[in-house]
């Protein structure tokens, strides 16, 4: 936790409630609003360009009186500034978001990785693992560089996490130095289908094509066993190759074995604490979206009005995250989303994005 | 239009293109320039066509694309085409000539357009026919309107001109039709750079299949263009008029055209006139916006704007704007570049000096089209040619760069040269 008193009497509130179990996650809103609003004080008090952009807005502590009216910053902005609600002195630990070496990369200051770790293994408990039983370990193998070979990747680092606290003896990471090792996870994957283990095998979906891609030059299937998952994350942004989700996950179930019902899309971004599963695996009687853990609000905001967009129609994903507790609880994404029932969709940056100019690339308007 | 249908649009096109070249190169050059007439009078039925179709079909609202097309249209005059003639290819005769140098075309040419902006699409299809090339277009998906309408008005004056041209719609991921389209003699790509350099690639690969006959394939690719400002345009009622040319620059076409301004870059060592700027600008683009309304936009642009104003507040930037997306005038404190969600957002971005200025420019100068110039007194024929010799094909004032000449010579290139072929008979 924390060393200033402030802060860790908020880390305490925000760990209790991240420490509860996934089966007991219940919408509390009193307890959200009023951690979130303490929270929003602290970090007003403590990250002065947080402080600025909020007093540029006229939202302050004493003018803000729900968790709706908490500003939230762009989450470009951490490409432009340390936005930290501790002194720099006390950091401990640095995640990247990823990009070429000729890109500015944000960055997710820390100066205590205790929540989040705590948020991620609960949401990936509650959205991948939902069937394991306490205690229990599960046989998970991974397609990114381990946290040593990419210490500064939160995604690494989260599944470093998860490989510690529920993977079994058999679990781990399946890419080494930048290259995805598919003889070894040829042999891995055969071994478990060999001792019927099911596997749940998680990475990014650009990994996911690679894989697809050596297992068919090699014209090799490995139907997993069942019960066994996929977990993908992340999108195809500077990448020579892109695949839509829908063919890659007919590829992963042809590969594989995995029905679509059982390929979870995980949304997260470094800099949140938290991250956002679908809930194919936790509430598969009802349609495919993601889930907001309870110490998250995500709000779809029509960026015409910087209201809540109708229900239904497109918002920006704005996301208030009590894990944040050290950087600022409040971002604004630059995805589009759209509510399903209870929770919501990631929808891309897709929706009329395409430049109409004469010589203008759709891809410059996003490019930095 | 399916890959058959293509190859027979062109076998019909290298046709009537023998015929075309029977008739003298000025009679051809007199019809084409008898129709640019037709289109650019202020009160042409067919400009007023395209102004009632354009709106419905590309999303830009109808009292812009009034003003946009009277503006880019004025300059594409009957005379202009003549100039461009005798300037580029030595006059028609050349075109003509049985000995000496002379010039000519190809069997077929092809162009493929981009974007919803109609003014190239002129340039496009007259380029080839004054070389009496025949030619195929392709349109945008967002303007299937402006090349089908110049051909009627082609055929109205010359049917054999307009039998010239043939307009072939087919989806952009269609590779076999744009295989189809790349075995004409001369293919002309407008786009982004991917795509641009995709269609090169398809048109190397048909050369492989048709090496005999000559082949030439000229792709124009992504340009931007800004503005800049020296302090003689930042005080007094220069500023207000220059404000009101840059938001006229701005506003035509939405800022999606190459030569829309991005950014305006202030020079000079007074550190409150890209302020003034900003906010003069500020000003004259809510004015712009009553009179010539930003056309739709989707909910990613939308975002993409919201998130750019927001960014630029975390940084302390200085952000004017309308209270919905229409218009966004962001005073940032460098000239670093940043990215342009276009659509009515501009950036103004001080420097301390002319060489400053054009050091920021320099990594982007492959990619500038032209620069608004203004307020520089003495100096502005001297920093004209440095922003040339850094990459601009257009240096002009603030309020033209949405009506070039009908010569402007596009990405460095002249209009004509890029499709015409050179030779020199030199014996009796």
Known sequence: MSADPGRASLDARALAWLRESPGSWRCDEARFAALALDLFSFQFEHCAPYRRFCERRGRTPERVAQWREIPAVPAG????????????????????????????????????????????????????????????????????????????????????????????????????????????????????????????????????????????????????????????????????????????YLGIEHALAVAPERIVNQYGMTELGSQFYDSVLCDPSRARRKFAPPWTRVRLIDPETGEDARPGAPGIVTIIDLANTGSVLAIQTADLGRAIEDGFEVIGRELGAEARGCSIAADEMLAR | MSAAQLRGALARLRDIGRILRERRAADVHAALADVLDAWCAPASPWQSALADALPAVSGFSAEMVREGLARGLAPYTGSALHALVRDELGGPERQDATRGPRVTGFASAATVLAGAIPLPTFVAISAPLALRTPVLVKPSMHDPVSAALFARSLAARDPLLGACVEIASFDRDDAASLAALCEAECVVATGSDVAVAAIGRCFEASRAHSASAPRRFVGYGHRSSLAMLGLGATRGDALATTAAAIALDVALWDQLGCLSPLAVHVVGADRGAAGRVAEALADALAAAEERWPRGDIGPAVAAAIAHERAEAEMRDATVFASRGTEWSVVCEANAQRRSAPLHRFVRVQPSTSVEACLAALRPRGGQLAAVALAGFGAETAEIGAALAELGASRVCAPGALQSPPLGWPRDNLRVLLPLARFGEVECE
Do not use: N, W
């Open chain 1, 77 to 248: 902005a951490f490409k432009e500034m340390a936005l930290r609600s501790f002194p720099a002195e006390r950091e401990a630990h640095l995640f990247r978001t990823s990009g070429t070496t000729s890109e500015r990369r944000g960055a997710l200051h820390l100066d205590t990785l205790e929540l989040y770790e705590a948020s991620l293994l609960a949401s990936f408990m509650r959205g991948v693992l939902p069937d394991l039983a306490p205690g229990g370990r599960a046989r998970i193998r991974v397609l990114t560089p381990s946290p040593r070979e990419a210490p500064d990747s939160s995604l690494s680092h989260m599944f470093g996490v998860v490989l510690h606290k529920l993977g079994d003896a058999a679990s781990g990471f399946d890419v080494q130095g930048g290259a995805l090792q598919v003889d070894e996870l040829v042999i891995a994957l055969e071994k478990a289908t060999a001792d019927g283990v099911s596997v749940a095998l998680c990475g990014t979906a650009f990994a996911f094509v690679h894989l697809l891609e050596a297992f068919a030059e090699r014209d090799v299937r490995i139907p997993l066993p069942p019960g066994s998952r996929v977990m993908e994350t992340g999108g195809f942004k500077g990448r020579a190759r892109e695949m839509p989700r829908g063919a890659l």
